[in-house]
């Protein structure tokens, strides 16, 4: 989307920050290339605060970060928020973390885990006995342990005897023990600040699952891996400062790999010119996610869904639409009728026979929102683009396609998200 990115880096470079309808066109598209290119035009962008809201986040990679950073640049400012982002290097997530983000004043800690931070390290290259052999630090040398590491001076479990990760009765109490770990820094972080702090579930590694060669052993091992990643997103409940993204079960339903394409092996696995551990689909499954935990935070989430009952949309579509209508109703959203008669859980307003842009203006006014806390349903094109050319703050859902994909296509964005 050449026009998009050009408009941002007119934007960027006048000093000011994306308009309302920028902002919606740059939330709406999902082309990884559009949103790279996007989040690098907005790292210019400068202390901009008309339309934006500010927060500060800090990434705390356990691995290579990637391309997370442009991505969600990307996202967060299509959603209405300036981020001030700081990317740790992956040696300084056990230290910065345990802080709390205190020391850079962070407002959001945003970790991104890799399966090495829980699979027990690889074993130490056989000692070289040879003249000026050193005499080694005693500690795992695997993908975030050993000297440097980000593990190096406060994890308790780096030396312990390693275990076969393709044993699954000798894994589970590594993995327990790194979530133990786990469970201390963040124990330290929400002690140390006040940021809010988002965790993921981690994929199994393919290539560790394939190398069990047993099929009840793997069946052992996935469930297993299955047990780890409940257990992270039990850290939702059990602290209330604490967000968990389901990654796994987003890139159970995506085209996209969950590892990066292989190359060749650098020196320093965790040095800056290292290689991401996870593709940029993947990247971007996150960022997305990440998008509606921030937005919803802020208070930037959508509040009011305005259907027109008029058109066989609401009637066709039935089921799925009418039940994922009802539950939005049901946790709080304001339904409004703008065209056709009320029905099921629609709450009609005293409005005339207007064109759908007026009575949006008007149903603003009589529930008291601002135009930015609705999102527009309609099937109608000619609709659609009057209320984007008219409002540009309303979030505009296209209704087209089978009746079963509705409930998706309003959904997917998450506009309505809560804390």
């Known amino acids: 989307m050449p026009g998009l990115i050009d408009a941002i ?4 470079r006048s000093g000011t920050a994306p308009g309302p309808e920028l902002r919606l066109a740059l939330a709406r598209t999902e082309d990884l290339a559009t949103l790279l290119a996007a989040g690098r035009e907005l790292r210019e962008l400068g202390d901009v605060d008309e339309g934006l809201t500010y927060r500060r986040i800090t990434v705390l990679p356990s691995c290579p970060p990637g391309e997370l950073e442009p991505l ?6 299509g959603a209405g928020v300036r981020p001030g982002l700081i990317v740790a290097p992956p040696r300084a997530f056990a230290a910065t973390l345990a802080a ?53 001076p406060i994890d308790p479990i780096a030396a312990i005897a390693p275990a076969d990760p393709t044993a699954p009765s000798e894994l589970w109490p590594h993995l327990a023990e790194r979530l133990a770990v786990l469970r201390t820094l963040l124990g330290a972080a929400l002690g140390a600040g006040e940021a809010v702090v ?4 981690v994929p199994l590694p393919r290539v560790l699952r394939d190398a069990v060669l047993g099929s009840r052993a793997r069946a052992a091992l996935t469930g297993l891996w299955h047990r780890l990643n409940a257990s ?7 602290y209330p400062r604490v ?8 890139l159970a339903e995506a085209p996209v790999p969950a ?4 190359v060749r092996a650098p020196a320093d696995p965790l040095g800056p010119t290292a290689p991401a551990y996870y593709s940029p689909g993947a990247l971007l499954l996150f960022a997305q996610e990440v998008r509606r935990i921030v937005q919803a935070e802020a208070g930037l989430s959508r509040r009011a869904l305005a259907i027109d009952l008029a058109s066989p949309l609401w009637t066709q579509a039935a089921g799925e639409l009418r039940r994922t209508v009802e539950r939005l109703r049901d ?16 709450r009609a307003l005293p409005l005339p026979p207007l064109g759908a842009a007026e009575q949006l203006r008007r149903a603003a006014a009589v529930l008291g929102l601002p135009l930015e806390a609705f999102v527009h349903l309609d099937d109608s094109a000619s609709e659609r683009s009057a209320v984007a050319a008219e409002l540009p703050g309303v979030a505009v859902v296209g209704a087209e396609g089978p009746a079963d994909r509705l409930a998706r296509a309003l959904l997917r964005h998450g506009w309505f998200d809560q804390p």
């Open 9 to 12: 880096r007119i934007a960027v």
């Open 72 to 77: 969600l640049r990307a996202c967060l400012v």
């Open 100 to 152: 709390g983000g205190r020391p850079l004043g962070a407002d959001l800690l945003l970790c991104l885990l890799d399966p090495a931070f829980f699979l027990p390290p690889e074993p130490e290259p056989e000692p070289d006995h040879g003249p000026g052999a050193g005499a080694g630090s005693g500690l795992g040398s695997g993908p975030g342990f050993g000297p440097g590491s980000a593990f190096d």
């Open 198 to 201: 988002v965790l993921h579930t």
């Open 232 to 238: 992270l997103l039990a850290l939702a409940d059990e």
């Open 243 to 250: 967000r968990v993204v389901d990654l796994v079960g987003l």
């Open 259 to 262: 590892r990066a394409d292989p």
């Open 331 to 346: 946790q709080g959203v304001r339904l409004v009728l703008v065209g056709g008669e009320p029905a099921g859980p629609v």
